[in-house]
């Protein structure tokens, strides 16, 4: 099933350049938008939003650089370019493709956004979706492997929410 619904999506690439142009840009470079949107937080009112980024940079280094590792390390899961003709719009990644990491931390800030700003955090979760299938047409992931990122960031986040709330550090 994994190979399927790849195959249905990366299929469209180098159909149109506007799309490919399109993919390349959300799956290597929106992330960066994202943050710089994260941080306009801090300005619109610092007071209210610093926890919120504080929580959110948290989480997503809690999802990608302590979960997805972990999980990468027992599960060495290769890329869809590795075994299969694939079209590759972007340059190879040499490391395991399960979960997705940009996945796990970008569904782990939209997560403490919806926290603080219910609107503001569904704009995130729409701009994580758009960065995680983007990764799948562009060619360096299986839509499970972006599956299971956006779980380990959404999960991560609400740990780390649960874990705030009952310090009290998050008031």
Same mark, same amino acid.
């Given at each position: 099933?994994?190979?399927?619904?790849?195959?249905?999506?990366?299929?469209?690439?180098?159909?149109? +350049?506007?799309?490919?142009?399109?993919?390349?840009?959300?799956?290597?470079?929106?992330?960066?938008?994202?943050?710089?949107?994260?941080?306009?937080?801090?300005?619109?009112?610092?007071?209210?939003?610093?926890?919120?980024?504080?929580?959110?940079?948290?989480?997503?280094? +809690?999802?990608?650089?302590?979960?997805?590792?972990?999980?990468?390390?027992?599960?060495?899961?290769?890329?869809?370019?590795?075994?299969?003709?694939?079209?590759?719009?972007?340059?190879?990644?040499?490391?395991?493709?399960?979960?997705?990491?940009?996945?796990?931390?970008?569904?782990?800030?939209?997560?403490?956004?919806?926290?603080?700003?219910?609107?503001?955090?569904?704009?995130?979760?729409?701009?994580?979706?758009?960065?995680?299938?983007?990764?799948?047409?562009?060619?360096?992931?299986?839509?499970?492997?972006?599956?299971?990122?956006?779980?380990?960031?959404?999960?991560?986040?609400?740990?780390?929410?649960?874990?705030?709330?009952?310090?009290?550090?998050?008031?």
């Amino acid at each position: 099933m994994d190979l399927f619904i790849f195959q249905q999506i990366n299929q469209l690439v180098f159909r149109w +350049l506007w799309l490919d142009t399109l993919a390349i840009f959300f799956a290597k470079y929106f992330g960066y938008v994202l943050v710089f949107l994260l941080l306009l937080f801090l300005v619109k009112n610092f007071k209210k939003y610093w926890p919120m980024i504080i929580q959110a940079f948290l989480a997503a280094i +809690l999802a990608r650089l302590v979960i997805v590792s972990v999980i990468r390390w027992l599960f060495d899961r290769p890329r869809p370019f590795v075994e299969n003709h694939v079209n590759l719009l972007v340059d190879r990644v040499n490391q395991s493709a399960f979960p997705s990491g940009h996945a796990a931390f970008f569904f782990a800030i939209a997560t403490i956004i919806y926290f603080y700003n219910k609107k503001a955090g569904l704009l995130f979760f729409g701009a994580s979706f758009f960065i995680s299938s983007a990764r799948v047409f562009v060619g360096i992931h299986w839509p499970s492997d972006i599956l299971a990122g956006a779980l380990v960031g959404i999960l991560s986040a609400y740990l780390l929410i649960k874990i705030f709330q009952k310090t009290c550090l998050l008031k």
